[in-house]
């Protein structure tokens, strides 16, 4: 055996035994349970990232042109002038402020930090007000002309999703952690096609494992929204 790859096995042997354990590969009811879920999971965070597009089309034509419209198009083709090119960001920016203020504070940030912070530190927990107002808050500020994305607010409201029906399940910590992760990454799969990239920044950046009991759920619902995200 050519000695670079008697090395690497060597190392994901010792990797193996120092990390995983036999009951991860066993089939278990959880798996069961929320891979069951998942088919909720997933269909939401499809619903969410086609509302949260149609939402940023209804701002920007609000904004920028005074239309009722709900297809997405850039600030740049509605030719609106000057002087409201440089209004709207900062009209969009104080109700965002108002809405952080009097709504929650949840909704500051870009969306994933705060994900990580409530796995981290809240037992995997989120509330309703931040499934809302998160979409709503970041409608406004791009569809005003905010310099952001849609990646961070529909991994957040995803995460929020997931993580509201694992307190309705009452499930464990672990187990919730799971569904944030999932509903996060169902939603980044549902909004950019891309369910492979979205199972690997769950596992990556939320997860902090690789075994089973969570990547099975994840990967499972992540295929969901794809098929139905766009259509």
Do not use: N
């Not at 590969?25 to 999971?41: N, V």
Request: with cysteine.
């Amino acid at each position: 055996m050519i000695p670079p790859v008697r090395l690497f096995l060597r190392i994901y042997e010792k990797w193996k035994h120092d990390t995983l354990y036999e009951g991860d590969f066993r089939p278990s009811i959880s798996i069961l349970k929320l891979s069951f879920i998942a088919l909720f999971i997933g269909g939401a965070a499809a619903v969410i990232a086609w509302v949260l597009y149609r939402l940023i089309g209804l701002v920007t034509h609000l904004a920028f042109a005074g239309k009722w419209v709900f297809s997405f198009v850039s600030p740049a083709d509605l030719h609106a002038p000057w002087w409201l090119i440089l209004l709207a960001p900062v009209v969009g920016g104080l109700i965002i402020g108002l809405m952080a203020r009097y709504g929650t504070e949840r909704i500051r940030g870009h969306g994933i930090p705060e994900a990580l912070e409530a796995i981290l530190f809240r037992r995997s927990k989120m509330t309703a007000k931040v499934a809302i107002l998160k979409p709503i808050s970041s409608a406004i500020a791009i569809g005003t002309g905010g310099p952001f994305g849609a990646e961070g607010p529909i991994i957040m409201t995803g995460g929020a999703v997931g993580s509201l029906i694992g307190q309705v399940f009452a499930l464990t910590s672990i187990e919730r952690r799971t569904l944030l992760v999932a509903g996060a990454c169902a939603g980044m799969a549902a909004t950019f096609s891309t369910p492979i990239a979205a199972t690997l920044v769950g596992v990556e950046l939320l997860l902090f494992e690789m075994r089973p009991r969570s990547t099975i759920p994840v990967a499972w619902r992540v295929s969901w929204p794809r098929r139905c995200g766009h259509s």
